[in-house]
Nanobody, 122 residues
Framework: VQLQASGGGLVQAGGSLRLSCAAS????????MGWFRQAPGKERQFVIT????????KYADSVKGRFIISRDNTKNTLYLQMNSLNPGDTAVYYC????????????????WGQGTEVTVSS
């Protein structure tokens, strides 16, 4: 599976951006996809994921009510609509895909895109 993320940029606080992640290759093996982010000097953190089988969406508390995840099956593309952005959202955003399930039932995100940078100015 190959992932190509795009859509990052510079936006003022309160603004919106939409990120895209195009998947190719063995996309039929994907069971979940999501977005993670890494702010400067910090570890990568979970943002939001969607389970392809159940449609279940999981959010980080910090983005609930502001970020929306969606997918276009015909284009094999995942989207992240980010609204009401604040400087705390500044990070490199990575899309990820899971084709493996751990023994405890959790998704293993084993494919990663190259990241797209989002900068929110105050």
């Amino acid at each position: 599976v190959q992932l190509q993320a795009s859509g990052g940029g510079l936006v003022q606080a309160g603004g919106s951006l939409r990120l895209s992640c195009a998947a190719s290759g063995r996309t039929f093996s994907i069971n979940s996809m999501g977005w993670f982010r890494q702010a400067p000097g910090k570890e990568r953190q979970f943002v939001i994921t969607i389970n392809y089988s159940s449609g279940s969406i999981k959010y980080a508390d910090s983005v609930k009510g502001r970020f929306i995840i969606s997918r276009d099956n015909t284009k094999n593309t995942l989207y992240l609509q980010m609204n009401s952005l604040n400087p705390g959202d500044t990070a490199v955003y990575y899309c990820a895909a899971s084709t493996t399930v751990a023994t405890d039932g959790s998704m293993v995100y084993n494919y990663w895109g190259q990241g797209t940078e989002v900068t929110v100015s105050s």
